[in-house]
């Protein structure tokens, strides 16, 4: 029996807007007088006869929102999205176009509102859930749910001015978000921070945003919803490309990554005063044409997923491995994407085996069958020498592709299994997803979608590593593109051993590059340094089992730094600049935050870190 025509209809707009434009003017005066118009409201000003200085800031948008739908609006910063939050609440006037909803309309922005410092934190609460709309009989139970958000329930009576700065930080948004409406417009996503509240208020986000109904305008493809039924990317005002969130969200990371790299360039013909390959000066829409033909090139995703769904299907053991390039790609990709591997197929009769070096089949209990080591196929300088071999061979420390070593010690597993033939799953499958990704043509949450971020099993005692009896912090500190050896980061470094060593014995873990303790510290003997996995084959295992059993971890973000959340141990990790890949791995290392949440993990800029931040986190991190 054929439905009725009423439940095949789609869902009746909550939000709707068609042609809306904005005129700006870059004059000050001239734009002064356009603010004071929009206030006063005397009419609009014309679109297609723009004067001098005059320009559209938003040119034509349009945009449906239905019940129980998200929408998604990606732009960088000055693409015109808080213009169009702004047209759509009538806090602007439109120039041209038309704005109709259905409902309560709200507003979440991260921007602040004016904070009167003698009013109390009830008085503030009160002004800002009205402003956003609060009905009376409902004002005082948003007012309180807003203070059970902040933390602040106790503090009501006691005025702004003499909260510390970090305690009003969420008060606006809260007030935002506690109110009800039925559609909602988001200015920028709420991410979880470290601290409690900001986790609160980015749960409470994630709430109203699944719930649907939203308008999302947002800067980044980070903690976006799981349901988005429609997307655009926005420039200067004009909607460069819509579609689904599948095909839109890659384009705009090709967009975002292209738009930096013509600043770059741009910033360093001024520095040399060259003029800038024309070539490379891409048009906004230009860039976008190119970054959808590279889209619909890209399959290497299916590629891999059907790649390892036929191994799975096979009778023949399953190599994972073997894996021999840095630790921390290991600790943030591949290992999660084995563990992925296992939940998406399930347990197989015949064996996965895991293959690494440094002893750390710690790593790998619950995920495989049977961990080989490097080490028991062949000797340990053995491996260094060929794996350094293998580098100069390939151009490169990643495994890109299956070097000649790494075809030698699948042989050698396979005859330490009767030779029996076996399907090869090789790092280089990730690493070309991955190169991908930090090129931007495709999307980040790729990883998120294809990793498990599992905590490791319990690691046993680091046998003769001369540990202290007791409870001890573990720290790590080298230098690298994103926290470079200057004078401000050795004082840093200085710092947190003093700091740490007053409170615990502290064991520094050296991956290679730890510049020393000072001597002044050194004499107190409570820091020990264990020497790099360069020197014997089980020391990056050790390593492993050391920061596994410490109460607390410091050190420079990257490489094992990135083990300490997986077993629970809150981790301070320090990066200054974002040189190389770092912005990803910090991207990676929030999801793993995000999915671990009694894992503490603070990535914080080193010159925020002040004794006082560092002090009150070690306070933290062992109470």
Known sequence: MAAPIAELAPAPPM????????????AFEQGRRYAFMDILRPGR?????????EFLAIDRFSVTVRKGENVLVLGLPGAGKTTIAKLLTGMLL?????????????LVSGGKLGMVPFLTVWEFIQLATGIHGAEPTVHDACCERALELTGLSDRRDLKIVDLDKGDTRYLSIASALVVPHDVRIFDGVPRPGSDRVSRQVAALATEHLERGSNLILASSTANLPTRIAHAAILHEGETLFEGGLESVVPVFDHFVYRMQRIEQLVREAAETGQDVDS??????????????????????GPVVEERIAEAWRSTRPIVVGPYLSDVGF??????????WMSQRFGKRTAPVIAVSRGRVGDWYAGIATHYVDVCDLVDFDSFLTRNRQRVRATGSWKQKVVADFDRELLDLVSAR??????????????FRVCNRIWNATMPHGWLEEHGAYERFEPAPP?????????????????FSSCFGDTRPHRHLINLALSELSQRLPVVV?????????????????NIRVLPGPEQSEDQLGLHSRVIARARAYVGTFGNISQLAPFYRVPSLLLFDEDGGLSAHHRRTSQSIAEVMDDSAIDVVPAPELNPARLSAWIDQALS
């Open 15 to 26: 939000l709707e807007c068609r042609g809306l434009s904005k005129v700006y003017c870059r």
């Open 45 to 53: 000003r014309p679109i297609e006869r723009l004067r001098r200085e």
């Open 94 to 106: 439109a120039d041209a176009g038309d704005v109709q909803f259905r409902g309560r309309l709200g």
């Open 279 to 300: 070539s490379r000066m891409l048009s906004p829409p230009e860039i976008i044409a190119r970054a959808r033909r590279s889209l619909e090139r890209s399959r290497i």
């Open 330 to 339: 290991e600790l943030l990709y591949w290992r999660p994407f084995v563990a």
């Open 417 to 430: 299994f009767g030779g029996t033939e076996s399907e090869v799953l090789h790092p280089s499958l990730i």
């Open 462 to 478: 680091p046998d003769g590593a001369g540990l202290p009896e007791g409870p001890y912090i573990a720290a790590s500190f080298w």
């Open 509 to 525: 873990v050296d991956t290679g590059g730890f510049p020393g303790v000072p001597e002044s510290l050194e004499a107190t003997g």
